[in-house]
Antibody, heavy 124, light 107 residues
Framework: QVQLVESGGDVVQPGRSLRLSCAVS????????MHWVRQAPGKGLEWVAV????????FYADSVKGRFTISRDNSKNTLYLQMSSLRTEDMAVYYC?????????????????WGQGTLVTVSS | DIQLTQSPSFLSASVGDRVTITCRAS??????LAWYQQKPGKAPKLLIY???TLQSGVPSRFSGSGSGTEFTLTISSLQPEDFATYYC?????????FGGGTKVEIK
């Protein structure tokens, strides 16, 4: 079955960097766009970024644009989120999630599979 | 950016009740909307996509309707396992956005 396993969450100081990974199995990763979604403690869901099947197209939430980079290695079935200049407001559980099709477009963007999440704590 | 406003943000209901949650978009999004259920400490679960299409394996007591700017998620007969928080999400344009959530609690 489809499995998404996030890792890399840690406690970091404001201004530092961190890279999250999402290891995928159970489907043909290279054929699908992928998302990162986050949830601050006690808060709602916030979409972070999406990447197309081949990495050629990426889109970001305004709150992370210029600081976060989504990428993928289809040979390793792994999705990444490079986070830099971290702020206290970036503290959250980060989920990776599947999209539908090669590009996230219209009703091809919903997420039917999610990882269990990895916690990023930003604190001095 | 497209804002999604869910109402109510909290509701208290009993087992067997019919429950309706509304999601209003700040501009038209056609049918590019999904609904998710989330329980504490767990990842979200997809319930509905394309505004009204039931995800495989989701009980038929869940239904979605609407297009344009107003959407509803209805649970026809609330079951104990349905007590959770529900979110809508739009895919009409970037950045993708979620509603603020509706927490359904036991009365």
């Amino acid at each position: 079955q489809v499995q998404l396993v996030e890792s890399g969450g840690d406690v970091v100081q404001p201004g530092r960097s961190l890279r999250l990974s999402c290891a995928v199995s159970g489907f043909t990763f290279r054929n699908y766009a992928m998302h990162w979604v986050r949830q601050a403690p006690g808060k709602g869901l916030e979409w972070v970024a999406v990447i197309s099947y081949d990495g050629s197209h990426t889109f970001y939430a305004d709150s992370v644009k210029g600081r976060f980079t989504i990428s993928r290695d289809n040979s390793k079935n792994t999705l990444y989120l490079q986070m830099s200049s971290l702020r206290t407001e970036d503290m959250a559980v980060y989920y990776c999630a599947t999209s539908q099709g090669r590009y996230c477009s219209g009703n091809g963007c919903y997420s039917d599979n999610w990882g269990q999440g990895t916690l990023v704590t930003v604190s001095s | 950016d497209i804002q999604l406003t869910q109402s109510p943000s909290f509701l208290s209901a009993s087992v067997g009740d019919r429950v309706t949650i509304t999601c209003r978009a700040s501009q038209g999004i056609s049918s590019y909307l999904a609904w998710y259920q989330q329980k504490p400490g767990k990842a979200p679960k997809l319930l509905i996509y394309a505004a009204s299409t039931l995800q495989s394996g989701v009980p038929s007591r869940f239904s979605g309707s609407g297009s344009g700017t107003e959407f509803t998620l209805t649970i026809s007969s609330l079951q104990p396992e349905d007590f959770a928080t529900y979110y809508c999400q739009q895919f009409n344009s970037y950045p993708l956005t979620f509603g603020g959530g509706t927490k359904v609690e036991i009365k």
